[in-house]
């Protein structure tokens, strides 16, 4: 009986706003100390040589700065969305994939548009190829690195002191990653990612993903055991391997319930090992969830029907960093969507009584 009354009240839940919010665990102590051995492996070494900067670009909000750091482990690239006014805070944004960042650029500018300076870290392409197969941790624990080494700079030259993020997709994958090594990334948003990338993998419907095990296995002569069993001997940058170092009273998720790409049971042992913090499930697959967003008016979802006519993740997202970095009260918007999401949260308290 009690099973069937929560199950009924989710669905009410759903069908009253679209999306269910399900609250940080109340019986969360804290995440786990991190290890010496940890800033060791994506140890930064001397940090970065050298760098230089260049105005990309004039917002009438912001101006975008591309900076270019000399490291000892490759160049880095990073877009600074940099307000007028000075401030100790910035947001990295994630990107999804390497290329030319347009879905991180739209929420970097959002951010910066509503008061807060954002950063993009450039990624290259050369995990996609399969002739670096023999190389997939060296890029991974590196793309942390970079990470680290970026903080650095921030830190030195523009003396940034509160860092936040924001990741989708594979975005969100590297937020749990870099987050989980370094205690300065401290408020986290992170949508659409999971844990465990291996099996991951093996569940993905993501083409992009398909397309590389089988070029892989041609380049190898894998079979489909052996392509899953060589990540699983050489991946150890994994967030089921960090998530746990992370604050669940610091970070907030979102997860797709149909999803395929990154199936929704990898998103929950990701939520899991972090401690189950702040969670919106959204009603939708991996990119019709841009119908929640306003990335929609650049690049239509593969879901004709938008669940919301405004921003809604970014809404969230900014009340999120509004609350973490104690900016005060936020928008009219934000209310009215913190007044959408008022069902869910009270189902989700009457479904706790029943545990």
């Known amino acids: 009986m009690c099973k069937v009354l929560s199950l009924c009240l989710v669905l009410l839940s759903f ?32 940090s970065y040589i050298s760098f230089r900067e260049e105005i990309f670009d004039q917002e009438e909000d912001f101006a975008i700065k591309r900076i270019y750091l000399q490291t000892n482990i490759g160049p880095i690239v990073i877009d600074y969305f940099k307000r007028p006014e000075e401030s100790k805070e910035l947001i990295l944004v994630f990107p999804v994939l390497g290329g030319r960042n347009v879905f991180e650029n739209y929420f970097a500018a959002y951010f910066a548009e509503h008061g807060f300076d954002a950063a993009v870290v450039h990624r290259d392409s050369d995990f996609k190829n399969p002739d670096n197969i023999d190389r997939i941790e060296t890029l991974f624990r590196n793309n942390v690195i970079k990470d680290r080494i970026a903080l650095d700079f921030f830190e030195n030259v523009y003396k940034k002191d509160q860092f936040a993020s924001f990741g989708i997709s594979r975005g969100a994958i590297n937020v749990a990653m870099t987050a989980g090594v370094d205690a300065r990334l401290k408020y986290n948003v992170l949508a659409m990612g999971g844990s465990d990338l291996v099996k991951l993998f093996s569940d993905s419907k993501e083409r992009g993903i398909q397309k590389f095990k089988r070029r892989v296995m041609a380049k190898k002569n894998f079979s489909e055991t052996d392509f899953y069993d060589y990540l699983k001997a050489n991946i150890k940058t994994d967030p089921k391997f960090v998530a746990s170092y992370i604050d669940a009273n610091n970070t907030l998720m979102f997860l797709s319930v149909f999803d395929q790409s990154v199936p929704i049971k990898y998103g929950l042992r990701l939520r899991k090992a972090i401690g189950r913090p702040d969670t919106i499930f959204l009603m939708s697959g991996h990119y019709s969830s841009l119908a929640f967003t306003q990335f929609v008016k650049l690049v239509p979802p593969q879901s004709p029907i938008c669940l919301f006519p405004f921003d809604y993740v970014e809404t969230e997202a900014v009340a999120f960093y509004r609350r973490s970095f104690a900016r005060g009260d936020g928008s009219v918007k934000e209310a009215i969507v913190r007044v959408l999401g008022l069902p869910s949260r009270l189902m989700y308290g009457v479904i706790s009584l029943f545990k």
């Open 15 to 46: 069908s009253l706003s679209a999306c269910f919010f399900a609250s940080q665990d109340p019986d969360y102590a804290g995440p786990r100390l991190r290890p010496a051995s940890l800033d060791e492996y994506y140890a930064k070494g001397n």
